[in-house]
């Protein structure tokens, strides 16, 4: 399953910081777990696991990442 920057998320704004991942690459996540930090202009929000498996991260910490890029996979 594919981890993207949702308009839920976003709300507004088009695209967002990486801020933290709060997981590593290849850990195993709960569904709803925060995985990672995200911020924009007007907030920082944390992004949670939509299913439970191992992650995979595609981006790096500090990566502008736009609405509906994939961020991670989880298998």
Do not use: C, F, R
């Not at 967002?16 to 911020?39: F, H, N, R, Y």
């Not at 696991?49 to 990566?63: H, T």
């Amino acid at each position: 399953m594919d981890v993207n920057l949702t308009k839920d998320l976003l709300g507004d704004e088009e695209e967002a910081d990486l801020g933290e991942w709060l997981v590593a690459d290849g850990d195993t996540v709960a569904e709803g777990q925060a995985i990672a930090s995200i911020e924009t202009s007007k907030l920082v929000s944390e992004l949670v696991a939509p299913a439970a498996g191992v992650i995979a991260l595609k981006k790096e910490e500090g990566d502008l990442v736009s609405l509906d890029e994939t961020i991670a996979t989880i298998e």
